[in-house]
Nanobody
Framework: QVQLVESGGGLVQAGGSLRLSCVAS????????MAWFRQAPGKERDIVAS????????GHADPVKGRFTISRDNAKDAVYLEMNRLKPEDTAVYYC????????????WGQGTQVTVSS
């Protein structure tokens, strides 16, 4: 059974930083593309960043480029999202997701962690 467990969310002032972590179990971690998504109230869930299984291909959405950094540690079956210079518009529930090798969509999701940025 695949499980993704996020941690690290919280309340922070604008300009501050947070680091989200996601630990996976039940899958061959280094085979899979991992990503962070976020969903603000009343809005769709959007991808924030993704990283390939070997960590060589990384992408960040335009709203977070230069402020957020995705990384992974395959020895720990973990993926991270370092968030700096946070803005109130970054407030959302952040989800970790896994896309298995050869698949075209993210099939496994964590429960989400709330990030709230106060102005």
């Amino acid at each position: 059974q695949v499980q993704l467990v996020e941690s690290g969310g919280g309340l922070v002032q604008a300009g501050g930083s947070l680091r989200l972590s996601c630990v996976a179990s039940g899958l061959t971690f280094n085979y899979n593309t991992m990503a962070w998504f976020r969903q603000a109230p009343g809005k769709e869930r959007d991808i924030v960043a993704s990283i390939s299984g070997d960590g060589r291909r990384i992408g960040h959405a335009d709203p977070v480029k230069g402020r957020f950094t995705i990384s992974r540690d395959n020895a720990k079956d973990a993926v991270y999202l370092e968030m700096n210079r946070l803005k109130p518009e970054d407030t959302a529930v952040y989800y970790c997701a896994a896309k298995l090798r050869g698949r075209d969509r993210y099939e496994y999701w964590g429960q989400g962690t709330q990030v709230t940025v106060s102005s």
